[in-house]
């Protein structure tokens, strides 16, 4: 079993910043990919950013240069720092991970989501 919390959604103004935090926790020999989504009201979950065991990262188009990213892996937990935010960018936010277990099984498991609000 592998558990993920989120942590740091809520209200913002436009323009305002969030950094949302994803802490991992269980039966984790090492992440390969770890990642965030977002679900707007009535629309289907989309891709924000991931990060790999490489530090290799994705973005959205619509995130690039606002949004970033990271890691720390001696905490197991994954950050993404939101600046500049729009009202485009609420939604529920959704942290991924994706990895190798202790027990050699490969896992990928979803948080319950943060909520984030951007009012204009």
Not at 31 to 50: C, E, H, I, S
Not at 87 to 111: H, K, M, R
Request: net charge positive.
């Amino acid at each position: 079993q592998v558990h993920l919390v989120e942590s740091g959604g809520g209200l913002v103004q436009a323009g305002g910043s969030l950094r949302l935090s994803c802490a991992a926790s269980g039966v984790i020999l090492r992440f390969n990919v770890m990642g965030w989504y977002r679900q707007a009201p009535g629309k289907q979950r989309d891709l924000v950013a991931t990060i790999t065991s490489g530090d290799s990262t994705t973005y959205a188009d619509s995130v690039k240069g606002r949004f970033t990213i990271s890691r720390n892996n001696a905490k197991a937990t994954v950050y993404l720092q939101m600046n500049n935010l729009k009202p485009e960018d609420t939604g529920v936010y959704y942290c991924n991970a994706e990895g190798l277990s202790i027990y050699n099984q490969d896992f990928a498991s979803w948080g319950q989501g943060t909520q984030v609000t951007v009012s204009s």
